[in-house]
């Protein structure tokens, strides 16, 4: 299961309290109590696991440490372990209390989002020529605690995007090895998938009908994941009655959703091609040039037509400098030479 929303809560741990003691060598009997130590603080940290989340599927409060007691002889206690979260790239953070917001964007990226409380000061802080023998310590003060909301919005190279039963998920298995779920009926994928070709993540979005921008079907949930995508690869099934009206109603949900989703580089793929009459497929790829010329009609059991395919996604590798598949880069050029990644898949 993806968790890609969640509403927790986060404290830094509270500071440590100062202590009174004092010096029990004659002659000497000054105050020696030592001071708390600082709680500590929490830190979300950017990974590249779209599955991190959940952790915070059932635990929904975590705290810093706090910090330790000072003790005599002017020792301070010991600061509180800091509190370090693990959570995906493309996670936008948000203080639902401040309205303070975030976007984790690189792996190993930290921010801090509640700081640990101040230690408490031991009596030797409160000596005086007038109070030789303070009795006083400070408690530490609490840590910040704030209630955020983790939303998780994918960043991949390719966007599958369709009508449910478009042919997404078959698309993403061949071409990457993931195990999307596969069924002849809508929303087979209810949540999304992201499988790696060679250098591209390829990410599988839940299939979207009319009204989905507002919350029909699987509703809108699932359409951020697409913000952050390149290009769009739209599939449409053959088999359909009207491939026009369902290309149309992708587009017109995007457009609902935001705009700028529109905008973006789009390939169209006309899917299932072997399961009807080749005239009749001729037909709906020509109605389908008229929307974008860029459309293509695509089987993944053809070797063929599986081939444009990956001479799309050969011309983005190049274009991100990562070696297409067949070819080996010198270390000068990219580190490593590129291979194959096996895919994520959370089901």
């Known amino acids: 299961m993806l968790v890609d929303d969640v509403t927790i809560k986060l404290s ?23 001071n708390g130590g600082p709680g500590g603080d929490v830190i979300l940290e950017g990974i590249s696991d779209i599955s991190a989340l959940l952790q915070f599927r059932f635990n929904k409060d975590f705290k810093g440490e706090d910090g330790k007691q000072g ?43 509640a700081k640990g409380g101040y230690r408490g000061r031991g009596n030797f802080h409160f000596r005086a020529s007038t109070n030789t023998t303070p009795m006083e310590a400070e408690t530490g003060e609490l840590g910040e605690s704030f209630t955020f909301r983790l939303e998780l919005k994918m960043i991949a190279d390719v966007g599958l995007i369709g009508i449910p039963n478009a042919g997404k998920s ?7 090895g993931a195990h999307s779920k596969i069924g002849n009926y809508a929303f087979t994928t209810l949540e999304p998938h992201l ?40 599939l449409v099934s053959a088999e359909s009655d009207d491939v026009v009206r369902d290309y149309k109603i992708v587009r017109q949900e995007l457009q609902a959703y935001n705009p700028a989703l529109t905008k973006k580089e789009e390939y169209v793929f006309l899917t ?76």
Do not use: C, Q
């Open 272 to 347: 299932k091609v072997d399961l009807v009459d080749g005239k009749d497929a001729e037909a709906k790829l020509r109605l389908l040039k008229k929307m974008n010329k860029n459309a293509l009609a695509l089987s993944v059991i053809e070797d063929k037509r599986m081939r444009a395919v990956k001479d799309i996604l050969n011309t983005f590798l190049k274009e991100k400098k990562v070696a297409p598949p067949g070819t080996t880069l010198g270390f000068s050029e990219a580190g490593v030479p590129a291979k194959k990644i096996s895919a994520v898949d959370d089901k």
């Open 12 to 34: 830094g741990g509270n500071g440590g309290p100062g202590i009174v003691g004092f010096n029990r060598t004659k002659g000497n009997t000054g105050p020696t109590g030592g």
């Open 195 to 234: 499988g790696a070709y060679y250098g591209l993540i390829l990410a599988d979005v839940p299939g979207l009908i009319e009204g989905s921008s507002e919350g029909r079907g699987l509703g809108d949930r699932f359409l951020r994941h697409i913000e952050r995508t390149r290009v769009l690869f739209h």
């Open 71 to 113: 003790t005599t002889r002017l020792r301070d206690g010991t600061r509180g372990e800091d509190l370090i979260l693990k959570i995906p790239t493309g996670t936008v953070i948000t203080n639902l209390d401040t309205g303070w917001t975030h976007e984790l964007t690189k792996e190993g990226e930290h921010v801090m989002v």
């Open 170 to 176: 078959s698309l993403l298995n061949e071409l990457t």
